[in-house]
C-alpha cells in the first residue's frame, strides 16, 4: 500500500501562484512515476504533469511554460509549482503514484483561481 498525502491548494488570484505537495508513505519502492491530475466539474480527469523515478518529466500543452513538477526524493514527495494560473486550471487535483500494476491516488486538493 501507499498513501498520499496532498496538500497546498487555495484560492488564488488569476496571474497568481501556488505550490501543491504530495507526500508518499507506506510501500514506496517500486513506484516508476509520480505525477498529478485535474478534474473540473463536469469533465473528465486529465494529466497535469509527471515525473519518473528518473527524473524525466511530462506536461499537458495547457500548462507547459506555466507549471513544473519536481520530487524530493530523500522526503518522497512531489511538487507542483503552477504560476501564471487562469480561471481555467481551477479543478480538483490529484496526486497519482504509479507502482505498476496498482495506481494510487491522494484524496485530492482543490485549486480555484478566481478571474
Known amino acids: 500500500q501507499v498513501q498520499l498525502v496532498e496538500s497546498g491548494g487555495g484560492l488564488v488570484q488569476a496571474g497568481g501562484s501556488l505550490r501543491l505537495s504530495c507526500a508518499a508513505s507506506?510501500?514506496?519502492?517500486?513506484?516508476?512515476?509520480m505525477g498529478w491530475y485535474r478534474q473540473a466539474p463536469g469533465k473528465q480527469r486529465e494529466l497535469v504533469a509527471s515525473i519518473t523515478s528518473g527524473g524525466r518529466t511530462n506536461y499537458a500543452d495547457s500548462v507547459k511554460g506555466r507549471f513544473t513538477i519536481s520530487r524530493d526524493n530523500a522526503k518522497n514527495t512531489v511538487f507542483l509549482q503552477m504560476n501564471s494560473l487562469k480561471p481555467e486550471d481551477t479543478a480538483v487535483y490529484y496526486c497519482?503514484?504509479?507502482?505498476?500494476?496498482?495506481?494510487?491516488w491522494g484524496q485530492g486538493t482543490q485549486v480555484t483561481v478566481s478571474s
Open positions: 497519482n503514484a504509479d507502482r505498476s500494476p496498482i495506481s494510487y
Open positions: 507506506g510501500s514506496i519502492f517500486y513506484i516508476n512515476r
